[in-house]
């Protein structure tokens, strides 16, 4: 079955260090994005793609990256994590004119 | 950016009706959906609607679309204890398929 995942589940890391979430989906679908849940918040869009090399900045991208090398993955790399950054991370994808999302398990990230 | 506002709770006795409303403010939204966020897990779509329609039935579920007012509903029949969960409203926007979440509802279902 086709499905999206997220690694790691849980992260734990220091201010000022590199982090990279990972996204892989084998729906083989051309879009997909990355948002974040905060309490208040709901969710809040960081980045998205529409295809391979392909990206966009959404709502909260400061202090965010990504690249779309293929079509399967969306990694997210956090430069220089912040403690404002410890949230829940939320990768999703899309067919290209959808928006029936399907949603990875989430990364749970703390930056102490 | 545009905006997308919802109630913050909801307590509902099982086998009663639920309705969870959502205001949105952009007007050139094509679909409008609902998703569903069980603790621990991603959001699964529960339904959606396209925005030149007033309503869906889907089995236990309604939707409500007033355009005029921006103002989307859902309505949960016969609730169950299942039912416990935060509901997101969601805007496609133009294209459909760029989505701004309001800040969820969570519904506690009580025996």
């Known amino acids: 079955d086709a499905e999206i995942t997220q690694s790691p589940r849980h992260k734990i890391t220091e201010t000022g260090r590199q982090v990279t979430l990972a996204c892989h989906q084998t729906?083989?679908?051309?879009?997909m994005f990355w948002y974040r849940q905060d309490l208040g918040h709901g969710l809040r869009l960081i980045h998205y793609s529409y295809g391979v090399q392909d990206t966009n900045k959404g709502e909260v991208s400061d202090g965010y990256s990504v690249s779309r090398s293929n079509t399967e993955d969306l990694p997210l790399t956090l430069e220089s994590a912040a403690s404002s950054q410890t949230s829940v991370y939320f990768c999703?994808?899309?067919?290209?004119?959808?928006?029936?999302?399907?949603f990875g398990q989430g990364t749970r990230l703390t930056v102490v | 950016g545009e905006d997308v506002e919802q109630s913050l709770f909801l307590s509902v006795r099982e086998g009663d009706s639920s309705v969870i409303n959502c205001t949105y403010t952009d007007s050139s939204s094509t679909y409008l959906y609902w998703y569903k966020q069980e603790p621990g897990a991603g959001l699964q779509l529960l339904t959606y609607?396209?925005?030149?329609?007033d309503m869906k039935q889907d089995q236990r579920l309604t939707v409500l679309l007033n355009k005029k007012d921006k103002h989307l509903s859902l309505r949960i029949a016969d609730t169950q204890t299942g039912d416990s969960a935060i509901y997101f409203c969601?805007?496609?926007?133009?294209?459909?398929?760029?989505?701004?979440f309001g800040g969820g509802t969570r519904v506690l279902v009580k025996p």
């Open positions: 999703a994808s899309s067919e290209r004119s959808s928006g029936e999302a399907f």
């Open positions: 729906w083989n679908h051309n879009n």
């Open positions: 609607i396209f925005s030149n329609m």
């Open positions: 969601a805007d496609g926007g133009a294209a459909g398929n760029k989505l701004t």
